[in-house]
């Protein structure tokens, strides 16, 4: 085994696998976890005696809750203090991260992320893009970077957009948080399978005899053999429901609509949206727009760019100190409402950088 504080590397047989060991702080990322993790899946994709790969959470509580937006925030701080962008950890921690995305997107062996308890923003990104995402029944995923004044990123702009319906668009300007049977209704899971169940699917990968068939067919099986029902989803009763609302062309007319039914889901789902950040909820739509007529780089492109106007702007940083650091709550968005957020603000966070665009070369 080799490991850093931070994420661990263990080969056993011809599975590798990846341990994010950060529990006290629910796996949260790190730029450090994400380079480590990014040159051993390089390595591990090149390597004929790794014929698949098993990502998961140290403890129990969490996969992973997001990266570590806490240390871009200090660096932005002290980047916005000195009169520096564009360079240090609020360019690094999005770039690197990103490409690390792409990374999973592209792995061309069997990804198998075990999507055990809280998973939110960059773990999303860690999981939702390889072929195989295992949820148990302590399994709650969201995307809630509306609530910190960002945007779903890590492919937000690539996935949330196939969801069924609108669901991705109700998760990505709420992040309303889901558990197991949302998250396999809408296709966010593959499979579900019991947290007590884990260790002994890991064994079995472990066991497997990878060549007998394709390695995508022989996991495809042994996660199968592991598998369950879930249960009813609550977002299937709502399907019709969120389609019409989040269907609307503005963000005003999402609060209308929502305003004109009854109900209390509509009533917490407009409380919810007041608490947002009105930039990030109308640039999340426009990316929801955009995004889907995107490929996957073109899509981590895009989010590049608006991860930088976010770093350049106010709110994130206002987010985090309410979210975060005062604890309060109770941010002080500016612009502090939809309307004050116009077309041109918005289109300005989906402008090249130039030079500085994101590079996979």
């Known amino acids: ?39 051993t899946l390089t390595a591990w994709d090149g390597d004929d005696s790794v014929a698949a790969v098993v990502i998961r959470g ?10 570590d937006v806490r240390a871009v925030w200090e660096a932005g701080r002290a980047a916005k203090a000195e009169g520096r962008t564009g360079e240090g950890l609020t360019a690094d921690f999005f770039r690197e991260e990103y490409v690390l995305n792409r990374r999973v997107h592209r792995f061309s062996k069997p990804y198998i992320a075990l999507v055990d308890g809280y998973t939110m923003g960059g773990g999303v990104g860690l999981s939702v893009h390889g072929a195989f995402r295992v949820a148990t029944e302590r399994t709650q995923v969201a995307m809630p970077e509306t609530a910190i004044g960002l945007f779903p990123d890590v492919g937000g702009s690539y996935f949330l957009p196939k969801l069924k319906g609108r669901i991705g668009t109700y998760l990505a300007l709420t992040g309303a948080r889901i558990r197991t049977e949302d998250c396999l209704y809408s296709g966010i899971a593959t499979a579900y399978v019991e947290s007590s169940d884990l260790a002994d699917l890991e064994m079995a990968l472990v066991q497997a005899d990878w060549s007998a068939a394709s390695a995508q067919k022989t996991a495809e099986d042994v996660v199968a053999g592991f598998s369950r029902a879930p249960g009813e989803a609550p977002l299937a009763a709502r399907q019709e429901q969120i389609d019409r609302i989040f269907s609307g062309e503005t963000m005003e007319d999402i609060v209308a609509a929502l305003e004109a039914e009854t109900g209390d889901w509509a009533a917490e789902t407009l409380a919810t949206l007041a608490g947002r950040s009105p930039t990030s909820l109308k640039v999340a739509l426009e990316q929801m727009r955009r995004g889907a007529e995107l490929d996957f780089d073109e899509a981590m492109i895009m989010e590049y760019r608006m991860s930088q106007a976010f770093m350049a702007g106010e709110d994130f940083y206002e987010g985090i100190r309410a979210v975060l650091v005062d604890r309060d709550h109770a941010p002080g968005w500016n612009p502090a409402t939809l309307a004050e957020v116009s077309a041109e603000r918005v289109v300005g966070y989906f402008e090249s950088l130039g030079a500085r665009d994101l590079s996979f070369a």
Do not use: H, W, Y
């Open 58 to 67: 140290a403890g129990d509580r969490a996969f992973c809750a997001g990266g």
């Open 1 to 39: 085994m080799s490991e850093t504080e931070e994420v661990l590397f263990e080969q056993r047989g011809a599975v590798g696998f990846v341990t994010l060991n950060r529990p006290k702080f629910l796996n949260a990322l790190t730029l450090t976890m994400i380079r480590a993790i990014d040159s």
